[in-house]
């Protein structure tokens, strides 16, 4: 039996970690990290930062390198088959370094129930048959830290919010019945594809950590800005995760 922690470290700042999140690594036998190539090799470098800081016990710390997702395709079925082979990688460690069972831990940035699929992937190794109790231990997630950092709050008055992503935002435009929206996942900048007049964006990239960036205003006066911000830190670093709320209005 694999009693398999997903724990929720928030966006990289070990401040953000929960004493639920600490306990949760310090019980277990095994915490995996995955390595997502040199381009992004400062998020490995986060984890074993955080792992440094908190784990006071025998937990054993090993690597493995995340497979790359095919972007050739059909989008969902390129994150298919993605998926499978993360799930199989995943039983490749568990088999090697917990063939008896154990306790295993996994790091999941922001919070593992919000535009993640670590569950989901957890999902197909019982799938298959392996024996599996699957426990969430919660973390702060990258829209909190963006209202936060520029003092907002998420909703107006008595009014929802609509979290969706760049790829649905640019395919089906502004969705009705809503005036804020939180992206995600936005390869592109799709809110490029929007009339800007009467909106206002509140962006921003590492959200948490030492090097975040911020950008408010009306979208039509600071969309380009945020582009080409956005250029300058990707190519910086090699990688970007970035997330923002648009309001109308």
Known sequence: ??????????????????????????????????RKGDAKSDLIDLRRTI?????????????????????????????????????????????????NGGTLGLLVWGDPSLYDSTLRIADRLRAKGMAMRVH??????????????????????????????????????????VDTLAVMLDGGCAFETLAPEGIAIWWGAYLGMPNQALIAGPLDRVGAEIVDSRAILRARHGWIMDIYLLRRG
């Open 136 to 177: 969430v231990e919660p973390g702060i997630t990258s829209l909190q830290v963006l209202t936060a950092a520029h003092a907002i709050p998420l909703n107006t008055l008595a009014a929802p919010v609509l979290i969706t992503t760049g790829r649905r935002l640019r395919a089906g435009g502004w969705p009705s019945g």
């Open 1 to 34: 039996m694999i009693d398999l922690h997903l724990i929720g470290i928030g966006t990289g700042n070990p401040d953000h970690l929960t004493r639920a999140a600490i306990a949760a690594m310090n019980a277990a036998d095994l915490i995996l990290l995955p």
């Open 51 to 99: 792992c440094a800081d908190v784990l006071v016990g025998a937990t054993r710390i090993v690597e493995f390198d995340l497979p790359e997702r095919d972007s050739t395709g059909a989008y969902l079925d390129a994150v298919d088959r993605w998926h499978d082979a993360i799930a199989d990688a995943w039983t490749a460690e568990i088999a090697l370094h917990l063939p």
